[in-house]
């Protein structure tokens, strides 16, 4: 029996009814009839795979890659860039409707995409020592599948990746001696993050340049895999940050911070992991930086800021976090989220500020993660 998908959910997988069940299908699109393989079901939801396409989208295209399908670094290399970013905008829209509750949509700025491939600056490779082996695991799966290039990755990493026994075997060496095999899977994960010139593979920084700015990042900490998008993304939250007070809570690196460098404006960076920390005062040297939880550092504070700019991991917001934030009471909030999910329940958190605009970065082409930036003004004042 063909299964009809009616719309794509987080995690771009196909949602369908059948049988009076919700049926949700991985590696299925919006508007097709699949037949599927079923692994799951809990409380009437069966989740399941595509075993076959019946009628297949206009969209739907061949993957770029000839491992998609069992390396488990890509689950939505079926669409193009742009169709990605599209289809992932209605994701987006669909949970701020459903999970957030929103009466009515504020306005999306048409989405950013990746038009071009090698765009990756960063990865984590899967090394068995007794073997050699290099690559990525299967999906859902401790599996080692065998890499030696992805077309995704940038060049310098696919060189490495190339060399079997090379750099990343001999760095994986040394992390087996500080205890750091992984006991799911027996192999080693070596960090990998491409600078401008270097590549670290451990705690030595290296500088990338990002719309002029030059970041000190280390392959240990987060920064975004996707140079070209982050850049469109940085100009977004610089052109809606307005006055002189701006609060960069969840900072990071200072990947925030760092776009007020130098114009003498009062830029607070709060957090809590030390290594981000350290290379926040380095990034963004005209901040105050804090090294605290951010709703301890809510708690605390109890001054007024103009901005306020929240890039939460994907976990998203501590619940005492939006009413301290309205506390300050500044004319805008901006939040960066790597998930739709805890995006529009988050929203909904906020009693006296509203989603006024929002814009979709689609900075990793061929998987289902997509950022979303959402600007927030007080109810009833204009934005």
């Known amino acids: 029996m063909a299964l009809k998908i009616e719309k794509m959910i987080s995690g771009c997988r196909g949602l369908g009814h059948e049988d009076g069940k919700t ?3 991985d590696g299925a699109l919006v508007g097709e009839e699949v037949e599927y393989t079923a692994l799951s079901e809990r409380k009437g939801v069966v989740e399941g795979e595509v075993k076959r396409v019946l009628s297949p989208s206009p969209l739907r295209i061949e993957p770029i890659c000839p491992l998609y399908g069992k390396c488990g670094g890509c689950s939505f290399q079926i669409v193009g860039e742009r169709d990605s970013a599209l289809l992932k905008e209605e994701i987006v829209k669909d949970n701020m409707l459903r999970v957030g509750g929103l009466k009515e ?13 090698g765009y990756r600056i960063r ?32 060049k310098k990493l696919n060189a490495l990746l190339s060399e079997k026994g090379g ?10 001696f500080e205890n750091r095999v992984n006991r799911n899977t027996g192999f080693v994960e070596v960090p990998m993050f491409s600078g401008d010139r270097e590549v670290s593979m451990d705690e030595s ?8 700015i030059k970041y000190s990042v280390t392959s240990s900490v987060f920064f975004q895999s996707n140079p070209t998008i982050l850049e469109e993304m940085l100009k977004f939250v610089k052109e809606y940050t307005v006055g002189d007070s701006i609060m960069d809570l969840y900072s990071g690196v200072g990947t925030f911070s760092a776009l007020f460098n130098g114009e003498g404006k009062s830029v607070y960076a709060v957090e809590r992991e030390k290594k981000c920390l350290a290379l926040s005062r380095i990034n963004a040297p005209s901040a105050i930086s804090f090294t605290d939880d951010c709703a301890l550092w809510a708690k605390k504070s109890g001054r007024h800021v103009d901005t306020v700019i929240v ?4 976990v998203g917001l501590d619940r005492s976090v939006p ?15 790597c998930n739709p999910v805890t995006l529009s329940r988050d929203l909904s958190l906020f009693a006296e500020y509203k989603p006024v605009l929002a814009k979709v970065f689609d900075g990793y082409y061929g998987s289902e993660h997509v950022e979303t930036v959402v600007l927030m003004s007080r109810v009833n004042t204009p934005g």
Not at 136 to 152: D, I, K, W, Y
Not at 205 to 212: E, L, S
Not at 311 to 314: E, G, H, I, L, V
Not at 323 to 337: L, N, Q
């Open 105 to 117: 949509l504020p306005p999306f700025l048409p989405p950013s995409y990746s038009e071009s491939r």
């Open 205 to 212: 920084r290296v500088d990338v340049t990002v719309g002029g």
């Open 323 to 337: 009413p301290m934030i309205e506390a300050w009471k500044p004319e805008r909030i901006i939040y960066v989220s």
């Open 123 to 154: 990865c984590r490779v899967h090394v068995d020592l007794k073997t050699k082996r290099q690559g990525f695991l299967a999906r859902s799966s401790n599996t080692l599948v065998e890499v030696g290039s992805c077309p995704l990755l940038e």
């Open 167 to 176: 750099a990343i075997f001999k760095r994986a060496r040394s992390l087996m």
């Open 23 to 25: 049926v949700i299908v």
């Open 311 to 314: 890039d939460p991991p994907r």
